[in-house]
């Protein structure tokens, strides 16, 4: 009898797991790392995890393949060949270190502002800004100015947080769910679960987006709005729900400024609200017929209420709303949508809204000492995301769908939107902007905040800009995330000054994070008449070779997330659930095979070097070993520090005094830290008083900070009052028509700028981007794994036009807007709006750039629609030129591109076709596999 062999079906996969966080993407899933002989073998999701409960994607599961990445960068670089050749010697570290020293030590003595330091997507944006504060510059800003503000700042505004790391939806109990220009990069695990449980209960899903991909393509209905138009169809819903009486009045008078009465006099005031001796904003009282002040004892606000001539804010809200021009039908050609459509849906939000009314039998107390018996909420929600933030009237929509969630009582209700620790928190709350400068000396306060009026702008007394970027001015008044679009080309201009040094980190500037991107590399690359280069240095950090690295003077190479230590804090980017607070590190589950530093700790070296405050003590010696000993001991105000786990002696949440083991005890617990919200304080957490206390006993504040909705933002209308002649701060003429359009302090819809800045009979198409689930930015296509779903990108053309230009499959196309003209591969996609093309971001490469192979499908079929952006808009007629950006926050308008299609000779490779850069890492191999002794 012949015996079969035993095979092993389950061999172990490791012989040891580390518990750490993924870096793959913005969720910031738990996950865990198998390691085999001391290598990373696999990677899998933590079950244990807040975020993700064991569930990873395709990112984090091709996580090994970035830290293996041939890519990588092994040392120090200094740059021995042009700018942009790719060309460098390897250093030693303290080569490395003292030559950047020698750069900025002379800066920071005699003018800090000539240093600008900018960051990408990294995760450490409390830390980094400490360090920029403490060096002296104003010129410091992350990645946000280019993604995201316009949603941020719409949300801090108007309700305190917004969409992404702010809140989500209440996925168990919502019944109605709306996505408004959701691509399926961001917040991906926790969508995906969430939708699985919508659909597991039979929950509603509709989704708003010109492309029909991932989310979008599971929704129960799909709404093909035309780009940019987002702003008029959320207010014909509002316009629909007025015209309905589907308004939460009894939420709106409690818990938002509906009912405060607004100045109608002519003068310094008018829009301004009417206020008491105290400056207490008032109501009209029920009671007396009189005003009083909105907080006053037993006041009985009247909402649609008028007074001597003056309106409540409910009141200018319908007289706006009703109006016909918001009607669905007056609407419906601009946006694409048929008006039954539009009225069908506001008729289903209104229906889910008030006659699915969701009560749970939680007693809870308000603000005012109120108790309430339950707590009652209205299960409609929203998530939103870039397709509507990145156009430049992205400001205004996003408020507009803040309102449009606020109307339905459906904010930090059960079964609406819920806020994340450690929001929500109002304008008042953050920092206003700082910029004053003093050689030698810190910054006089943080870089960034909320600005609630002219006072608060970083301008010189001549009107001019305090910032390289021109954050925080008439041109963009509430730019909290700055401009990091506009950092080189203002730079290069001189415009508002002349900058030295330019110091970037994870900020792939000379490639997809830009727009006018060939520009771009040539500002970075010119030279002055004495033949030295107009940016006279550039120090970048990043772990791979990217095409960024290719024009940078000094090259400080960075790690990869496994191999170093991060602090997902409570005073970044925390990975909070509405019932809890919670924060993360990761940590060196491997030691590096190259000679290359955790940027985090290379600051902190450079911090001691020049003498930075906070960083070293009064001998001069380090104040901080490296980022994790920054990360144990560093505090913001006594007792709360960069994380809030086992603070003081390990059983302190949020607050109490260093504890030396406390980076032992998040790695003993699987990387994270979770302090849940008691069962009363879940909900209205703005106005609950046992969440007030709750986040006081944390150290997320230090009082309690209750405070009601801005339906009406009177910040924004301080800037108009100051575009029409009040006050001393008064922007320059050529600004004051604009501002008095765009800072409106109710929302409103207007024409992105590309639609009336270029000729549509020229330019008839819109042309988007958007990352695809399997890549959450440029590194993503240089992972061997990540390669094989997307290699390249063609154009998606809808069938219309596909039929029209007879395009047929494996065909070509010129694409051309009013800065210039690409060549690229086109597919067909029909569930697409007819007057839309779009394509994946990031996949298109530079030859020579992320060691890939020259003819890597990434720089024959791969292409950047950044190449027709331009920066700047085309002038007016006056001699000026605006940042291609929304008027209000500065963010960059991607989405605004206008575009015309027409047939190119058929093959690649795709335009324009750059020469190759060298490459600082050489070419990776054919394939990347231990077990044949190829090495990665």
Known sequence: MNRQPIVDLSPPVSDEIRKTTCYMCACRCGINVHLKQGQVAYIEGNRDHPVNKGVLCAKGSAGI????????LRKPLKRVGPRGSGEFTEIEWEEALTLATSWLKPLRDTAPEKLAFFTGRDQSQSFTSWWAQSYGT????????????????????????????????????????????????????????????????GARVIAVNP???GYNAIADDWLAVTPGTDGLLILALVHELFRLGKIDLDYLIRYTNAPFLVNAAEGAEKGLFLRDGTGTPLVLDRRTGKPAPWNAPGVQPDPAAEWQGHSTVLRLMAARYLDPAHAPEAV??????????????AAEIARVAFEEEITLNQPWTDFRGQRHETMVGRPVSFHAMRGISAHSNGFQTCRALHMLQILLGSVETPGGYRFKPPYPKPPEAHPRPHAGVTPGQPLDGPHLGYPLGPEHLLINDDGSAKRIDKAFTWENPLSAHGLMHMVISNAHAGDPYKIDTLFLYMANMAWNSSMNTA???QMLTDTNDSGGYVIPHIIYSDSYSSEMVAFSDLVLPDTTYLERHDCISLLDRPICEPDAMADAIRWPVVEPDRDVRGFQSVLLDLGVRLGLPGMVREDGSARYRDYADYMTNHERRPGVGPLAGWRGDGTGEGRGAPNPDQIQRYIYNGGFFTSHVPHG??????????????????????????????????PLRRFQLAAEGHGERQPPEHLRDRIKQTLDPLPLWYPPFGDTLSDPAEYPLHALTQRPAAMYHSWGSQNAWLRQIHGMNPLFVPRKLWEEHGFA??????????????????????????HT??????????????????????????????HLISELLPEKGDGQRWSNSDPVTGQAAWFDLRVRIEKAPAHGPSEPALPPQTSPVGEGPATVCRQTGVKA
Not at 65 to 72: E, G, I
Not at 159 to 177: C, H, I, S, V, Y
């Open 837 to 866: 093309v779009w394509t994946w971001n990031a996949i298109g490469k530079r030859r020579g750039a992320w060691a890939l192979d020259p003819k890597a499908p990434e720089a024959e079929k791969g292409f950047l629609l950044n």
């Open 681 to 714: 304080a879940q909900f209205f957490k703005p106005w609950n008083a046992a969440y007030q206390e709750w986040i006081v006993a944390r150290g997320l504040v230090d009082a309690p900070m209750p405070y009601l909705f801005n339906l009406y933002v009177e």
């Open 65 to 72: 393949m970035q830290h293996l990445s041939p890519a990588r």
């Open 138 to 201: 104003p010129n410091y800003a992350a990645h946000g100015g280019f993604c995201s503000v316009n949603m941020a700042a719409a949300g801090i505004y108007t309700m305190g947080g917004a969409f992404w790391e702010f809140g989500q939806p209440d996925w168990e109990r919502t019944k109605l769910f709306m996505i408004f220009g959701v691509a399926e990069d961001h917040d991906s695990n926790p969508i995906k679960m969430g939708l699985g449980k919508l659909k597991e209960r």
């Open 809 to 834: 499959e494996g065909d070509w196309a010129w694409l051309t807007s009013p800065h210039g003209r690409i060549k690229l591969p086109v597919a067909r996609m029909d569930a697409l709006n007819p």
């Open 519 to 521: 520009q771009v590399m």
């Open 332 to 345: 419906a050609e601009r946006c694409g949508i048929p008006a039954g459509r539009i009225r069908a849906v």
């Open 211 to 213: 492309v029909r991909t």
